[in-house]
C-alpha cells in the first residue's frame, strides 16, 4: 500500500488545500479508500485519521469498501424521475438484490443512484460502466443486466 | 506573442483551411451526443472516409443543444451552405458519405437545416427552424460550431478581442462597461455582476483570488456542462477580464468530477493559453499576470454554495459559514475573493468584445441579456436553449419545446431546480426575468426547466426535489437539517396515503421557518417547490390527504392495476413479462393480478396489446374482479 501511494502522493508535497485531490487521486489509484490508504494520507498530512474521515465522508463521491466489477449507475434527476426513474431503481434493486451504495455478493455489480447524467432527452436512463443506456423500462433492464451475466 | 499576432495566425490558418477546398465534417459529441451514439458515428465515419480513401477534415464540436435529435453531424463542402443533419447513426453517415461527399447529393430528406450563404431546396434554414428562431446565442455563441480544442477556431470568431480590449481600459472602466450590459450572476441569486466585482476590486489585500463556479448540481440542469465542452475559452476569456478587473493574481475553476469531458477540456485549453501568453506572466505582453488552477468537485450539492466552495478548495468539509465577511472582504484563505458561475462568465467575454450597451439591448429593464435553459421533461423538443430574457414561458414550452409528449395536457413547469418552484398553466404567459419568476413564488435559478405533463403528480415532484435537498443538507444549521427532514417525512406520509388534515398548514409553517432560518441558499429555498405546490396545486395535496387519491397516478401507494376480465384475451402476454409473478391465469383463463405481490412496476400494463387495453391503472377506486382465474368467455 505504501508503495503504491508514493507516487500518487509525491506531486502534492507542501501544496496547500490538498486534501480532497490525493483522496481522489488514491481511489483512482485504489479503486476505493481502505483503511490503511487512510493511514497512510494521514502521516502523509501530518494529520489524523479522523479528520481525514470527515472529510471523506462529508463527499457522495469517496467509497471505503472494494467496488464491484461493474459500475451501476441509475440517474434519478429530475427529468428521469418524471418519465418514471424510480421504478428503474426499484426493478434494478429487485433484480441485484442489494441497495444503493452496495455491491452483490458475487462482486459484479456496485450500484449507485445519481443525480443527473445530462442526457435528459433520453430519460430514464441508466449507466454500466461507461455505456449509457437510454428510455429504460423495467423489461429493458432485466435484459441489460442478463447483457453483462 | 501581442493580440494582433495571435488573431493573424489564427486567420491565417482559417483560411488555408477554407482555401484547401476540403469538406468538413463537424459531429456534436458532447457528453449528450456520446450517450446518443455520437462516438459510433464519428468511428465511422473516420473509417468510411479512410476506407474510400476521401480526404475530409473532421472534427468533434459540443453541442447545439438539440438533444431530442442527437447525433448530429454538419457537413461543409465548399462554396456550398453548410448542412446539419439529425439523428445520424452509423448507416446514416455511411449514406452521407456516399451521397453527398462523393456523388453531390445532400440528402435534402436526411437535412434538418442549412446555415450560410445559398440555399437548398427543401431544407430550411436552420435558425429559422421553429425551436432556434426564438433563441439569441450569446452564451452558447460557439457551442456546436467551432473545435473546442482548438484555440484559433475560437480567435477567429472573436475570441480574445474582449480581453484584448479590457486590456486598453482601467479596471475601473471593465466594471462600468460590465455594469452597463446589466448582467446579473447566473448561477441563480442573480446579483449584479459588475457591482460584484466593484467590492472585491475595492476591498484591501493580496493576493485577490478569482473563482468560476462549475459544481452545477441541480439534478436537471447542464447549461455549464455544455459551455465548458463546446467552448472551454469562452468562459476562461471571462476568467481573465473578471481577474483584471478586481485584480486577483490567482484563480480556480471548481468543476465537478462526474464531468470528465469538461475537465479534458479545460485542461487542453489551459495548455494552449499558457503557450499563447494568454496565461501566466504579463499576459498580451501587459502587467497583467493570472494563473488558473483546477479543482475538482468530489460530489456535494452544498459546494454550489459559494462559501462552502471556498471551504471545499481549501481541502475541508464543504460547509456554508455565515455572511459578512461577504468573500469580496474575505473568502479563500481569508483574503478578497470574487466568484462567478461559468454561465455569468462566459457572457463576459462577450460583453467586453461586443459593448455592454449591445448586450443591454436584450432582456427587460431589469433583467437584462439572454439566458441559458435545460428544457427536459414531458416536453417534445428537449435540449439546451437560450433565449432573451423577458420571453413568455408559453413561447419556449409550445414553440421552442415543441409542446407536450403526446399531445398530453400542459400541467406545470418547475424552474430552478430544487431551489425553484413550480409554476401552473394560468402562469404560462409569464414573462421569463428574476423579478417574475420569484414574484410567482419560483427562481430564474440556474436553468433547469422541467416541465410536467397531466400524468406528473405534483406532490410526488415536490417530494422528490425535498428529498434531494435533504440528503445534500450539510447538516450545520438546525432549521435546515431537521425542518427538511420533517417536511420530508410529512411529505412521505402523504405520497403513501397516510396523510392527516392539518398536514398542509404544518408544512406551510415549517416551510417558512426553514426559508427564514437557514444558514445559506440550500435551506434558504429548499421549501419552494413545496411552497409553490401547495400555493397552485392545493386540490391535489387535498385529494392525497382526505381521498387517499393520486389524480395524476403516480404515487404507488395509491394506485391498483386491475385486468378487466370482459376485455383479457388471455393471451398471457403481460404473464410472462411480469417480474414478480403477481398475475395468475394460463391458457384460455382470464388472467388476474396478485394484489399482494404486485409491486405496480406498470410492466403488464405497457406490454398489453393496445387492441385489448385490458390493464387499468386506477386511484381511489375499487374495479370488482374475480378473485381467480375464470375460463376465458365465462365473463358473458
Known amino acids: 500500500m505504501r508503495e503504491q501511494l508514493r507516487e500518487v502522493l509525491a506531486p502534492f508535497k507542501g501544496e496547500r488545500g490538498a486534501v480532497i485531490p490525493i483522496l481522489q487521486k488514491a481511489q483512482d489509484e485504489l479503486g476505493y479508500l481502505p483503511e490503511?490508504?487512510?493511514?497512510?494520507?494521514?502521516?502523509?498530512?501530518?494529520?489524523?485519521?479522523?479528520?481525514?474521515?470527515?472529510?471523506?465522508?462529508?463527499?457522495?463521491?469517496?467509497?471505503?469498501?472494494?467496488?464491484?466489477?461493474?459500475?451501476?449507475?441509475?440517474?434519478?434527476?429530475?427529468?428521469?424521475?418524471?418519465?418514471?426513474?424510480?421504478?428503474?431503481?426499484?426493478?434494478?434493486?429487485?433484480?441485484?438484490?442489494?441497495?444503493?451504495?452496495?455491491?452483490?455478493?458475487?462482486?459484479?455489480?456496485?450500484?449507485?443512484?445519481?443525480?443527473?447524467?445530462?442526457?435528459c432527452a433520453l430519460a430514464p436512463v441508466i449507466v454500466v460502466d461507461k455505456t449509457v443506456y437510454s428510455k429504460m423500462t423495467p423489461s429493458k433492464v432485466t435484459q441489460v443486466l442478463d447483457s453483462y451475466r | 506573442?501581442?493580440?494582433?499576432?495571435?488573431?493573424?495566425?489564427?486567420?491565417?490558418?482559417?483560411?488555408?483551411?477554407?482555401?484547401?477546398?476540403?469538406?468538413?465534417?463537424?459531429?456534436?459529441?458532447?457528453?449528450?451526443?456520446?450517450?446518443?451514439?455520437?462516438?459510433?458515428?464519428?468511428?465511422?465515419?473516420?473509417?468510411?472516409?479512410?476506407?474510400?480513401?476521401?480526404?475530409?477534415?473532421?472534427?468533434?464540436?459540443?453541442?447545439?443543444?438539440?438533444?431530442?435529435?442527437?447525433?448530429?453531424?454538419?457537413?461543409?463542402?465548399?462554396?456550398?451552405?453548410?448542412?446539419?443533419?439529425?439523428?445520424?447513426?452509423?448507416?446514416?453517415?455511411?449514406?452521407?458519405?456516399?451521397?453527398?461527399?462523393?456523388?453531390?447529393?445532400?440528402?435534402?430528406?436526411?437535412?434538418?437545416?442549412?446555415?450560410?450563404?445559398?440555399?437548398?431546396?427543401?431544407?430550411?434554414?436552420?435558425?429559422?427552424?421553429?425551436?432556434?428562431?426564438?433563441?439569441?446565442?450569446?452564451?452558447?455563441?460557439?457551442?456546436?460550431?467551432?473545435?473546442?480544442?482548438?484555440?484559433?477556431?475560437?480567435?477567429?470568431?472573436?475570441?480574445?478581442?474582449?480581453?484584448?480590449?479590457?486590456?486598453?481600459?482601467?479596471?475601473?472602466?471593465?466594471?462600468?462597461?460590465?455594469?452597463?450590459?446589466?448582467?446579473?450572476?447566473?448561477?441563480?441569486?442573480?446579483?449584479?455582476?459588475?457591482?460584484?466585482?466593484?467590492?472585491?476590486?475595492?476591498?484591501?489585500?493580496?493576493?485577490?483570488?478569482?473563482?468560476?463556479?462549475?459544481?452545477?448540481?441541480?439534478?436537471?440542469?447542464?447549461?455549464?456542462?455544455?459551455?465548458?465542452?463546446?467552448?472551454?475559452?469562452?468562459?476562461?476569456?471571462?476568467?481573465?477580464?473578471?481577474?483584471?478587473?478586481?485584480?486577483?493574481?490567482?484563480?480556480?475553476?471548481?468543476?465537478?468530477?462526474?464531468?470528465?469531458?469538461?475537465?479534458?477540456?479545460?485542461?487542453?485549453?489551459?495548455?494552449?493559453?499558457?503557450?499563447?501568453?494568454?496565461?501566466?506572466?504579463?499576459?498580451?505582453?501587459?502587467?497583467?499576470?493570472?494563473?488558473?488552477?483546477?479543482?475538482?468537485?468530489?460530489?456535494?450539492?452544498?459546494?454550489?454554495?459559494?462559501?462552502?466552495l471556498m471551504a471545499s478548495i481549501e481541502g475541508k468539509r464543504g460547509m456554508p459559514r455565515p455572511r459578512p465577511p461577504f468573500p469580496a472582504q474575505s473568502g479563500l484563505w481569508g483574503k478578497p475573493t470574487n466568484i462567478n458561475n461559468v454561465e455569468t462568465l462566459a457572457n463576459v467575454s462577450a460583453i467586453l468584445e461586443r459593448g455592454g450597451d449591445w448586450y443591454a439591448g436584450y432582456g427587460t429593464e431589469k433583467s437584462k441579456g439572454t439566458k441559458t435553459f435545460a428544457l427536459a421533461g414531458k416536453v417534445t423538443r428537449t435540449g439546451l436553449i437560450e433565449v432573451p430574457m423577458g420571453i413568455p414561458l408559453r413561447q419556449i414550452i409550445y414553440d421552442i419545446g415543441g409542446g407536450i409528449v403526446g399531445d398530453k395536457a400542459f400541467k406545470a413547469v418547475q424552474t430552478g431546480g430544487p431551489s425553484g418552484g413550480c409554476l401552473a398553466t394560468d402562469l404560462l404567459d409569464i414573462s421569463v426575468d428574476y423579478e417574475s419568476l420569484t414574484a410567482a413564488g419560483s427562481i430564474m435559478g440556474s436553468g433547469g426547466m422541467i416541465v410536467l405533463d397531466e400524468e406528473s403528480c405534483v406532490v410526488d415532484v415536490a417530494r422528490y426535489f425535498l428529498d434531494f435537498t435533504q440528503k445534500e443538507s450539510c447538516g450545520k444549521c438546525v432549521p435546515c437539517r431537521v425542518g427538511t427532514k420533517q417536511m420530508l417525512d410529512i411529505l412521505t406520509r402523504i405520497t403513501r396515503g397516510q396523510g392527516q388534515p392539518g398536514d398542509m398548514d404544518l408544512l406551510l409553517s415549517l416551510g417558512q421557518t426553514v426559508n427564514q432560518g437557514s444558514l445559506c441558499a440550500l435551506g434558504g429555498t429548499a421549501p419552494n417547490p413545496v411552497l409553490t405546490t401547495i400555493r397552485y396545486f392545493r386540490h391535489e395535496y387535498e385529494a392525497h390527504i382526505n381521498q387517499k387519491r393520486c389524480p395524476a397516478l403516480v404515487c404507488l401507494d395509491l394506485i391498483t392495476f386491475y385486468i378487466l376480465p370482459d376485455k383479457c384475451q388471455a393471451c398471457m402476454i403481460c404473464q410472462r413479462s411480469c417480474p414478480v409473478d403477481a398475475i395468475k391465469g394460463g391458457k384460455k383463463l382470464i388472467h388476474v393480478i396478485d394484489q399482494s405481490k404486485c409491486v405496480k412496476c406498470a410492466t403488464c400494463y405497457e406490454v398489453c396489446p393496445e387492441r385489448f387495453s385490458a390493464i387499468v391503472k386506477v386511484s381511489g377506486e375499487t374495479i370488482e374482479v374475480p378473485e381467480e382465474p375464470i375460463p376465458l368467455g365465462a365473463e358473458e
Open chain 1, 36 to 119: 490503511e490508504a487512510i493511514k497512510e494520507i494521514a502521516r502523509f498530512l501530518r494529520t489524523s485519521e479522523s479528520e481525514l474521515y470527515g472529510i471523506a465522508t462529508f463527499y457522495a463521491q469517496f467509497r471505503f469498501t472494494s467496488p464491484g466489477e461493474h459500475a451501476l449507475k441509475v440517474c434519478l434527476g429530475t427529468a428521469c424521475h418524471v418519465r418514471g426513474g424510480a421504478r428503474i431503481l426499484d426493478t434494478v434493486e429487485r433484480e441485484l438484490e442489494v441497495e444503493p451504495g452496495e455491491t452483490t455478493s458475487d462482486y459484479k455489480f456496485s450500484l449507485e443512484r445519481v443525480a443527473c447524467f445530462g442526457c
Open chain 2, 1 to 308: 506573442m501581442t493580440f494582433a499576432e495571435i488573431r493573424e495566425r489564427a486567420v491565417a490558418e482559417w483560411e488555408v483551411m477554407e482555401r484547401s477546398g476540403k469538406p468538413r465534417i463537424l459531429v456534436g459529441a458532447a457528453t449528450c451526443g456520446r450517450s446518443a451514439g455520437a462516438l459510433d458515428v464519428l468511428q465511422t465515419i473516420n473509417a468510411e472516409l479512410a476506407k474510400r480513401n476521401l480526404d475530409a477534415t473532421v472534427i468533434q464540436v459540443g453541442c447545439i443543444g438539440l438533444c431530442y435529435i442527437e447525433p448530429i453531424v454538419e457537413i461543409a463542402k465548399p462554396d456550398r451552405p453548410r448542412i446539419f443533419y439529425s439523428g445520424v447513426n452509423a448507416d446514416i453517415a455511411v449514406q452521407l458519405i456516399e451521397d453527398y461527399l462523393v456523388n453531390d447529393n445532400p440528402r435534402p430528406d436526411l437535412a434538418l437545416g442549412a446555415l450560410g450563404e445559398g440555399s437548398l431546396d427543401g431544407v430550411p434554414q436552420l435558425f429559422d427552424l421553429p425551436m432556434l428562431q426564438p433563441q439569441v446565442r450569446v452564451t452558447l455563441r460557439n457551442c456546436g460550431f467551432i473545435d473546442p480544442e482548438d484555440t484559433n477556431h475560437y480567435v477567429v470568431r472573436g475570441g480574445y478581442s474582449g480581453l484584448a480590449r479590457a486590456l486598453q481600459m482601467t479596471p475601473e472602466q471593465v466594471i462600468e462597461e460590465m455594469k452597463k450590459s446589466g448582467l446579473r450572476g447566473r448561477g441563480g441569486a442573480g446579483f449584479p455582476t459588475g457591482t460584484k466585482w466593484e467590492f472585491c476590486h475595492r476591498a484591501v489585500g493580496t493576493p485577490k483570488y478569482l473563482i468560476c463556479n462549475a459544481d452545477e448540481g441541480d439534478p436537471g440542469a447542464f447549461m455549464d456542462r455544455s459551455v465548458l465542452e463546446g467552448d472551454p475559452h469562452a468562459v476562461l476569456e471571462g476568467m481573465l477580464i473578471a481577474a483584471y478587473a478586481i485584480g486577483a493574481s490567482e484563480g480556480y475553476i471548481y468543476c465537478r468530477a462526474e464531468y470528465p469531458l469538461a475537465l479534458e477540456r479545460l485542461d487542453i485549453a489551459l495548455r494552449q493559453m499558457k503557450e499563447l501568453g494568454l496565461l501566466g506572466d504579463n499576459i498580451l505582453g501587459s502587467d497583467f499576470s493570472f494563473h488558473i488552477k483546477v479543482k475538482e468537485g468530489a460530489g456535494a450539492f452544498v459546494c454550489g454554495e459559494e462559501t462552502a
